[in-house]
Nanobody
Framework: QVQVVESGGGLVQAGGSLRLSCSVSGLEFDDYAMGWFRQAPGKEREGVSCVSWSGKDTYYADSVKGRFTISKDSAKNTLYLQMNSLKPEDTAMYYC??????????????????????WGQGTRVTISS
């Protein structure tokens, strides 16, 4: 049984940092592309950052480039999202997702969240101004 569990969300002031973690079990972590998505109230789910199965290709939404960093730790079967210089507009529920398709760009997964197979329940991030 595949489990995807996010953690690390919380309430921080603008300018602060958070590190989200996504622990994955029940699948071959190294064989899966992974991504972080977010959904703010009244808005559609959007791809924040994704990484290809090999880890060689990464993608960041324009709104987070230079502030967020995605990383994949195969030894721990964990995906991370380091978020710095947080802004109130980063407030959202953040979801981690996995997909088994190989040889697709990281940007593909972030632009096609419906293609992701496995999803976590999300972790809430709130940035106060």
């Amino acid at each position: 049984q595949v489990q995807v569990v996010e953690s690390g969300g919380g309430l921080v002031q603008a300018g602060g940092s958070l590190r989200l973690s996504c622990s994955v079990s029940g699948l071959e972590f190294d064989d899966y592309a992974m991504g972080w998505f977010r959904q703010a109230p009244g808005k559609e789910r959007e791809g924040v950052s994704c990484v290809s199965w090999s880890g060689k290709d990464t993608y960041y939404a324009d709104s987070v480039k230079g502030r967020f960093t995605i990383s994949k730790d195969s030894a721990k079967n964990t995906l991370y999202l380091q978020m710095n210089s947080l802004k109130p507009e980063d407030t959202a529920m953040y979801y981690c997702a996995a997909d088994s398709k190989k040889y697709y760009s990281a940007g593909y997964f972030c632009s096609e969240p419906r293609s992701m197979i496995y999803w976590g329940q999300g972790t809430r991030v709130t940035i106060s101004s």
